[in-house]
């Protein structure tokens, strides 16, 4: 009587199992479907390029990917061997954390096959984003 109760028992779980499966597929499905949209949606933009080199993030007049064309700042940021770090200086809404969110969502949307708002970049080639 045990055993049949196991084998119900594991009928049940790969049945749940195959239906989150299910919901993990249409997850991936939805966040694809996002960056195509974005990438249709902003022709302008540029997929970025990949180096094997040391820590390297090089754009070239980058802006903010939410903020409209027109209202939009754009900085160069050119992080490599040679320049290491910023150190990121200005008044009162002067726009230093759009500039660090920028940089935060634009490496985010590089790394997820995603084209950036700027127009040439280059980013260190992580193990996880060679898939």
Known sequence: MQELQDKSDLRERLH????????????????LMALASYAYEHPDN???????????LECQALGHPLLPADSCVRNDIPWNEHERFYIIDGSTMSGKSTLLRAIGL??????????????????????????
Do not use: D, K, M
């Open 16 to 31: 749940l199992l195959g239906e989150f499966s299910f919901l993990f597929a249409w997850g991936e499905f939805e966040a």
């Open 106 to 131: 634009s490496t985010a949307l590089a790394y997820a096959g995603s084209p950036v708002c700027a127009q040439p970049c280059l980013c260190l080639a992580f193990p996880f984003a060679l898939r």
């Open 46 to 56: 540029t997929f970025p390029r990949f180096s094997q080199n040391a820590a390297i």
